[in-house]
């Protein structure tokens, strides 16, 4: 069920390769160096009167190896574009590839599968299991996805987010920045494709916000993973290589290398066509 698609042959070129391969229109990166591709992705909540957009055929290619923040008005489709992608919900119609194969169309069970062993995800609440100490949060995935435990990588892992004399602790005696850099370290041992971040800054402090986001760059640059993060926050956005920004469900634009001051006034403006076309 998850083939390669005749897109992504079709689309792959020689010497079509490099790190800044974003956005809609996905040229610019060869196949091989697509880590997720969305084509035509809609998503409707509701029927008839009550009928709402959320995704209106968004069309999108992300180069292995990249950090995209993704930004937008309320409303504007951020969280349903991150479920979409990540496989945890299911678009009405396109095409979501992860490395070229495809996720979307397979059964429940197919999809639990292919979520598991190639997709990562840090949440704004942490989501970790309070009964379970910080190793044990940290090996669940590869437990569920009956996968190897590599104890001395484990360690290795949560050792370079900081937290490797944390080891036998439980989440609620930590901090919330250690917690979500535990959601961090559990993300990344199951070496998966794209790791999806969900207001990972949301509930943290300045200090522990800007460990995590740079944790996120590492996964990137150290790590080679592709990192997706639905962020608020300019200064958090100012940390990826890359934005792509939402409005009314549809791509609204994108910017390489962002600045703080950049991404707030972009952002402003889009309020502003939103409220207009209102
Ligand atoms: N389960 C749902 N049922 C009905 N409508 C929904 C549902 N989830 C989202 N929506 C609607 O879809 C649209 C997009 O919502 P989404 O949560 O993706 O936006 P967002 O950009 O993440 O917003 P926010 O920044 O406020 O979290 C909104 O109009 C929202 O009201």
Same mark, same amino acid.
């Given at each position: 069920?998850?083939?390669?698609?005749?897109?992504?042959?079709?689309?792959?070129?020689?010497?079509?390769?490099?790190?800044?391969?974003?956005?809609?229109?996905?040229?610019?990166?060869?196949?091989?160096?697509?880590?997720?591709?969305?084509?035509?992705?809609?998503?409707?909540?509701?029927?008839?009167?009550?009928?709402?957009?959320?995704?209106?055929?968004?069309?999108?290619?992300?180069?292995?190896?990249?950090?995209?923040?993704?930004?937008?008005?309320?409303?504007?489709?951020?969280?349903?574009?991150?479920?979409?992608?990540?496989?945890?919900?299911?678009?009405?119609?396109?095409?979501?590839?992860?490395?070229?194969?495809?996720?979307?169309?397979?059964?429940?069970?197919?999809?639990?599968?292919?979520?598991?062993?190639?997709?990562?995800?840090?949440?704004?609440?942490?989501?970790?299991?309070?009964?379970?100490?910080?190793?044990?949060?940290?090996?669940?995935?590869?437990?569920?996805?009956?996968?190897?435990?590599?104890?001395?990588?484990?360690?290795?892992?949560?050792?370079?987010?900081?937290?490797?004399?944390?080891?036998?602790?439980?989440?609620?005696?930590?901090?919330?920045?250690?917690?979500?850099?535990?959601?961090?370290?559990?993300?990344?041992?199951?070496?998966?494709?794209?790791?999806? /971040? #969900?207001?990972?800054?949301?509930?943290? &402090?300045? +200090?522990? !916000?800007?460990?995590?986001? $740079?944790?996120?760059? =590492? *996964? %990137?640059?150290?790590?080679?993973?592709?990192?997706?993060?639905?962020?608020?926050?300019?200064?958090?956005?100012?940390? /990826? #290589?890359?934005?792509?920004?939402?409005? &009314?469900? +549809?791509? !609204?634009?994108?910017?390489? $290398?962002?600045?703080? =001051? *950049? %991404?707030?006034?972009?952002?402003?403006?889009?309020?502003?066509?939103?409220?207009?076309?209102?």
């Amino acid at each position: 069920m998850f083939r390669r698609t005749g897109t992504d042959r079709r689309t792959h070129s020689k010497g079509d390769h490099g790190k800044g391969a974003h956005g809609a229109g996905g040229h610019g990166a060869g196949a091989a160096d697509v880590a997720l591709r969305l084509v035509k992705v809609s998503k409707t909540y509701g029927s008839d009167d009550s009928a709402v957009t959320a995704l209106d055929e968004v069309t999108l290619s992300l180069a292995r190896g990249t950090f995209t923040a993704v930004m937008g008005p309320s409303g504007s489709g951020k969280s349903t574009l991150l479920q979409c992608a990540a496989g945890l919900d299911r678009p009405d119609s396109g095409i979501v590839t992860v490395d070229g194969a495809e996720m979307t169309g397979g059964t429940e069970a197919e999809l639990t599968k292919f979520r598991r062993n190639r997709i990562g995800f840090v949440f704004q609440q942490y989501n970790l299991l309070d009964t379970l100490t910080v190793a044990q949060n940290t090996v669940l995935p590869l437990k569920l996805a009956r996968r190897r435990v590599n104890r001395d990588r484990v360690r290795e892992t949560l050792t370079a987010v900081g937290l490797g004399d944390r080891l036998g602790h439980r989440p609620d005696q930590l901090s919330g920045g250690q917690r979500q850099r535990v959601a961090i370290a559990r993300a990344l041992v199951t070496e998966p494709s794209v790791i999806f /971040a #969900d207001e990972p800054t949301g509930a943290l &402090d300045t +200090r522990s !916000a800007r460990d995590v986001l $740079r944790l996120l760059q =590492d *996964a %990137v640059r150290v790590h080679g993973r592709t990192v997706v993060m639905v962020t608020h926050d300019p200064v958090a956005a100012s940390y /990826a #290589d890359a934005v792509l920004f939402l409005a &009314d469900g +549809r791509l !609204a634009g994108e910017m390489r $290398r962002p600045t703080v =001051d *950049a %991404v707030a006034e972009r952002l402003a403006h889009l309020g502003d066509d939103v409220m207009a076309g209102a």
